[in-house]
């Protein structure tokens, strides 16, 4: 029996009213009197689950902004949603397929079936499949064509195929096995490829072409390159097996590609692209951190996943994290969040949440195809702090625009060098607090006449000083970057967007908003190349055309 029903339109019902009421109640809310008032505060408005803690506390909210945003996720649906999606129904309406990253962290045993057919054996046997392989190459016994054991793994992928595993692959370096390095080739860029082929040996070097489709352009040309390149290095037809394998939906077009079929790890329909580091998409992850690091990783995701299924609305973290985001992009206008990760082996983590974010809810249209008339998924953007406090951090705290932040950060390092760890949490938590804080214009004149300044001077740059506050924050701590944790932190961001994806109506798996630019880069390919002799459709793309080849002629 199908739960799953298409979303009803958010901005008709009661509960959303009720919060553009509540929003103009809130207009003068003060995080800082709030504070001031409640000494409970964080206890009220913080949540812990499996080594990860949530202060949502340096939010604009009350008790009722909670109660009025899980009343909103109570009339969309999103009890039945979540069940929909763990059980396998066609979520992605558009692609009419189920969504089912989560059945590739469920544990073994468990059973999970979807059009008669049990998936959790299928996907433990392709972990199976990736446990061989990886311990051929850790224990050097899968070797290059001239006998010599692998030493680098090159990941040929984009998007999907590239940024979870990228990601979790440099996050997880503390927990790197002794023998392989892991190398990602992504884009269609030459120095991209000449860079990475001047530290590698093609004799001792194995290339994982990654591709869902196996029809990605940038995936393909890299992987021909790697091929010719190969061959150029004196590697050999009947070798090239040792050198080539892929993980992909499209068996067919691997294996004429020339990729031998035992060599293929194979993924399902209904693993998406940006929520596929759990399935084989994962091996340079397994290849460089270990299976039992990997399983490690999927059982943080499914402690995750078991949470977000269980916990009631008002203490389920994704729940929240996702209503506050609501909250502020259709309630309070903003257009952005910030993604502050405090650690040095997260770095990539912005990156991929931009794909999962951005690619799963920048729509405009609901599930059934209607035009939506409130704002969807913001823009994701941030970086590593400390050093965002000495670019961007101005801007959050001075700027015109409201941008919450997830400031993330771990309490023990990998790496105690002296006190740093100490400086780099207190610098996180000091920016949240700036930001909740702020500082008034007395506070300011106050500061400017201690310092000695004269009365004219002090009206002067008074003005300058006064930092609004009020600019909500959460702040997530882990207890370290680990496997578990990790695949805790990553299926909280999966689920928060999941849960946004509902509130809004859209449909959080596809992506059909990048199939344009696809079909309009081989138009452009095939003028600059002279292939095509019709002038581009407009003017500025036929000068830019223009340009290109008058400089490549002759
Ligand atoms: O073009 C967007 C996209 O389809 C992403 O959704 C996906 O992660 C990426 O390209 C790579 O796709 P594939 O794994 O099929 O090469």
Redesign the pocket.
Known sequence: MSHYQHPLNASQLPSWQALQQHQKAMHNFSMRQAFNQDKQRFQHFSLNHDGLLLDYSKNIITQETLTLLTDLAKETGLAQAIQALFNGEKVNASEQRPALHTALRRPIGDQLVVDGVDLIPQVHNVLKQMTEMVNRIHNGLWRGYSEKPITDVVNI?????FLGPQLVSEALLPFAQQGVRCHFLANVDGSEFHELTQCIQAETTLFVV????F??LE?LKNAQAARTWYFAQGGCVDKLDRHFIAVSSNTKAAVEFGIAEENIFPMWDWVG??YSLWSAIGLPIALAIGISNFKELLAGAWSMDQHFQQAPFAENMPVIMALLGVWYSDFWHAQSHAILPYDHYLRNFTQHLQQLDM?SNGKSVRQDGSTLDYATGPIIWGGVGCNGQHAYHQLLHQGTHLIPADFIVPVVSHNPVEDHHQWLYANCLSQSQALMQGKTLDEAKQELCHQGLSPEEVQQLAPHKVIPGNRPTNTLVLERVCPRRLGALIALYEHKVFVQSVIWGTNAFD?WG?ELGKVLGNNVYQRLTGQAVAPAEDASTQGLIDFFRNRHRG
């Open positions: 992928g984009i998007g999907g195929s990654s591709s869902k489709s029809g990605t995936t692209g940006r690619e992506q990048v």
